[in-house]
């Protein structure tokens, strides 16, 4: 059953195609990972123009409904963020039960175009530069976590001159940049290593690692996407969840 907006109401429209399509999302209508409806079965669905359907979509890949897959279509996340709980420690770079057994060292800092769906998960043009900057966090026991990040070019096109090696991007964005962290989505999910990954953390090529993706927002734009591999070892990941107030 298709539940009607109202052309009445003052809460414009593509807000409340947002609210029924959460819904469906939030009460497993439509279920994780599958492919919601086109933008025009929407339209027809809720009698509207494809600029609201589309507004209405971008808000729920914002909040972390939906992910967009260029060519294929627009799915739900097969993990959704949770609702009323808040990172305590969303401003830390990397979470682990202590950091100091960890040394950081930048491996590349560079501007890239990006591919493989890269500038729908950054909501920028494809046709845009972002700034890559690899690091890899070794232990006592050798390499443990690979970590990849993403910032629109735009955004702080400074950074590629800052020492990345002694803070970390959110610290200065914050403090040196005046860019207010207002969000951060985490999703984990079991990734198999390519060969140039599994080189990097010394283990074998298809070895089975945790990914850790973060998606960091400054209000609605999306300032940082952030892939942790973390391998097999004696170092722990955590995540600090408080209920808000």
Known sequence: MVELISREEHEKLYLQIFEILKRKIEGGEWKPGSKIPTEEQL???FNVSRVTVR????????HG???????????VRKNLVLEGLTMSTFLKTLWVEDESILSKKVIAKTVVMPIDGLHEELEIPENKHVIYVKVLWESEQGPSILQESFVPFSICPQLLEE???NQSIIDLFEKKYSIKITKVYTFFEVFSLNKELA?????????PVVLMKQKVFSGDTVVLLTNFYKKKDSTKLFLLLRRQT
Do not use: H, P, W
Request: with cysteine.
């Open 163 to 165: 020492d990345i090696e």
């Open 55 to 62: 507004n209405a979509v971008l808000e729920l890949v914002r």
């Open 65 to 75: 409904y939906l992910i967009r897959k260029q060519g294929k279509g627009t799915f």
């Open 43 to 45: 339209c027809k669905m």
């Open 199 to 207: 080189d990097l953390l010394q283990t074998a090529e298809g070895s």
